[in-house]
């Protein structure tokens, strides 16, 4: 069996999000983690995650759904993937 790393596992969640494949089955811990490698801070008030992050403006605000990522929120992450040109590996916190 292979064994993925935290990295391949967030690469393909990139991947996938980008490629515009189902955005229903995104699991929401992954998104949250993904968001975090890409630069973002998180706060937690109740179920709601929120995100920002230095030099962009919009504020994600998402919170899961059934362990889910809600569809609406992962095409908002993509949109601001491609309008900021984020990539993998932009952690503030290294």
Known sequence: MVEYTDMDKHEKLFKHILMRRSDANVPFEGLCSLI??????????????????????????IQPKRGMAKTYQVKQVRELILRYHLRLGEETNE
Do not use: A, Q, W
Not at 38 to 45: A, D, S, T
Not at 50 to 58: C, D, L, P, Q
């Open 36 to 61: 975090k490698r890409l630069g973002f801070e998180e706060r937690i008030k109740g179920d709601h995650h929120i995100f920002t992050k230095m030099n962009v403006e919009e504020i994600l605000n």
